[in-house]
């Protein structure tokens, strides 16, 4: 009797399921036209067209279980998707995430989805259940539909998808930059992986692409001269929570004590993902030529090797072959801490920049480090005794949480401040010409606002992503030797800066280097320095202004505290505080 209830329980369900399961398809559909800025027509289409295919796959075969196995990838976007919304609140499956699967490793994924439980909940709540029914019924000797109970689906979905494609039709028709290609989900979600797959074939085939690439660089000092530079890239570290760049947590205060350094409060990225920001900081590209050069293009190592330089890369993050890495071995050492036996924080690093300076041949010296700093899971980016800021255990990322989320994310930028203080004592010790230049990749949403995002990497930025520190040092012997560049460091403090364009251009010129790919205008320290316009890398790798990237209100909000915030530095003491 029992074996019969639960038989004819689960034939209901299969009678049932080629009706809901669209439904469920389609809910990150719906959830797209609840947060995207865009015409109602596109969300019309968005839905309608869709679910309209979405019954018609249905009513294809009699055998229900095996639809539903074989529309598992539809299953699988569909819950990507859901987990980006609640990361970002918006926003499509775009390439950039796509790339991100690929060159982000296990751990940084498990912590990731640890601290997503209600993301996770609901995918596991609406699309786990249909897919283990299926696979059950196939073991069963899936029970097929009838034909009587086929033709319903049929007619539902041909009504719908016509209706579909008639707004579709609209959709071109009113609005001639409207693309299904990214517009249309799932449909969008194919061409980015098309995409994706086709950048990171480029990737891979980067040594031979780039062989024939040269800086010409060369070093306008005498070549016996000693110098040492370094190079320190940040990873999601926002300029909002550095106490140096007017934060009101002593966050930086090793740093804010610092002789001969200078930080710019108003610096912006041009990306909000590693990928891609990261190769840029490390040459000469932007966001106006990273897409169409980045596969011919070699790093900024690579011009100090020409120069005669010995060069370093020292990382604490997981190689992925990326351009990264083929920029990082391009040093003459190369060196992943991860790789080593224990456990390796950022400040390891200090050690090998010790090593590096004590056994280095040449009389020139170049450094490239890049960091974790600031990379969600927060708590294990720090050690227990830098964790400043009490109270900053969280459970799982959310809302709720984030006062606690914020003191350990203010723990990771003060650990990068004993780390950068370090650095900077290391090389004030060798009594050398040396100089330090630090920017982050990118920043990070907290839930800092009414739309409740999160991380980073989304397909439109935010103010919080895209507002990064960056800092220039220069020792005492070099000041000594170059004081006009210590002033035009400070003269250009309250200019706007691209971290994109001035970090390259600014260690170049620190050095002394030449090369056809040296823009004076891009250099902080240089007299001919102009204020960038502020740019942005989309997904498709598209260099527009900021104003056309996604940005929202609360972003324009943010820029004009940050002119009062600064307002003293930028425009000097106003009348009444005189």
Not at 227 to 237: C, F
Request: proline fraction near 6%; charged fraction near 15%; glycine fraction near 4%.
């Amino acid at each position: 009797m029992m074996n019969s209830n639960i038989h004819r329980y689960w034939d209901r369900v299969q009678l049932a399921l080629p009706w809901v399961f669209p439904l469920l398809l389609i809910v990150p559909n719906v959830a797209l036209a609840c947060t995207e800025h865009v015409p109602a027509l596109y969300k019309l289409v968005n839905i309608v067209l869709p679910l309209g295919v979405y019954y018609l796959i249905m009513s294809i075969t009699k055998r229900t279980a095996l639809v539903v196995l074989l529309c598992f990838p539809l299953s699988f976007f569909a819950a990507f998707q859901i987990v980006l919304l609640f990361l970002y609140g918006g926003g499509v499956l775009a390439v950039d995430m796509l790339l991100n699967v690929v060159t982000t490793n296990a751990t940084e994924v498990s912590e990731l989805l640890m601290n997503m439980f209600w993301a996770m909940f609901w995918v596991v709540v609406l699309y786990i259940p249909p897919i283990v029914w299926a696979i059950w019924k196939l073991f069963q000797k899936d029970k097929r539909l009838s034909m009587l109970r086929l033709r319903p689906l049929r007619i539902t979905g041909d009504c719908i998808a016509s209706v579909g494609l008639v707004l579709l039709l609209g959709c071109y028709t009113v609005y001639p930059k409207y693309r299904a290609s990214r517009e249309l989900f799932p449909v969008n979600v194919g061409f980015n992986i098309a995409e994706a797959y086709q950048r990171e074939g480029l990737s891979r085939h980067w040594p031979g692409t780039s062989q024939n690439f040269s800086y010409h660089a060369s070093t306008t000092r005498p070549a016996d001269e000693r110098e040492i530079y370094v190079m320190v890239i940040g990873e999601t570290a926002r300029a909002d929570n550095w106490q140096l760049l007017g934060y009101d947590r002593p966050t930086t205060p090793r740093l804010a004590q610092r002789e001969g350094l200078v930080g710019y409060p108003f610096t912006m990225s041009e990306s909000n993902t590693t990928h891609k920001s990261v190769p840029m900081l490390m040459s000469w590209l932007d966001s106006r030529t990273f897409g169409d050069s980045i596969a011919y293009t070699k790093g900024i190592i690579s011009a100090f090797n020409d120069a005669g330089y010995e060069t370093g890369f020292y990382s604490t993050q997981h190689p992925n072959n990326s351009y990264i890495d083929y920029f990082g071995k391009e040093a003459s050492t190369a060196h992943f801490l991860i790789f080593e036996d224990s456990l390796k924080t950022d400040a390891d690093m200090l050690a090998h920049l010790r090593s590096f300076i004590a056994s280095a041949q040449a009389p020139k010296l170049f450094v490239v480090m890049h960091t974790y700093g600031s990379h969600f899971n927060y708590l294990d980016r720090v050690p227990a005794e830098f964790a400043y800021f009490p109270d900053h255990k969280y459970l799982s990322a959310s809302p709720s949480a984030r006062t606690q989320l914020i003191n350990a994310y203010d723990n990771t930028i003060y650990y990068t401040d004993y780390l950068l203080d370090g650095l900077i004592q290391e090389l004030e010790d060798t009594g050398l010409p040396a100089a330090l230049i630090y920017a982050s990749d990118h920043g990070e949403d907290i839930y800092d606002d009414q739309r409740g995002r999160f991380l980073h990497a989304s397909p439109t930025p935010t103010y919080y992503q895209l507002h990064v520190p960056m800092v220039v040092w220069m020792s005492s012997a070099y000041r000594a030797e170059h004081p006009e560049a210590y002033k035009q460091a400070q003269a250009h403090q309250a200019m706007d800066a691209s971290s994109t364009q001035a970090l390259f251009h600014t260690t170049l010129d620190l050095a002394g280097i030449k090369s056809p790919y040296f823009r004076a205008i891009e250099s902080l320290i240089n007299p001919a320095y102009k204020e960038p316009m502020r740019l942005y890398t989309t997904d498709h790798n598209e260099g527009v202004p900021v104003s056309q990237s996604g940005w929202d209100t609360p972003d324009d909000e943010m820029l004009e505290l940050l002119e009062l915030k600064h307002s003293n530095l930028r425009y000097g003491p106003s009348p009444h505080l005189q």
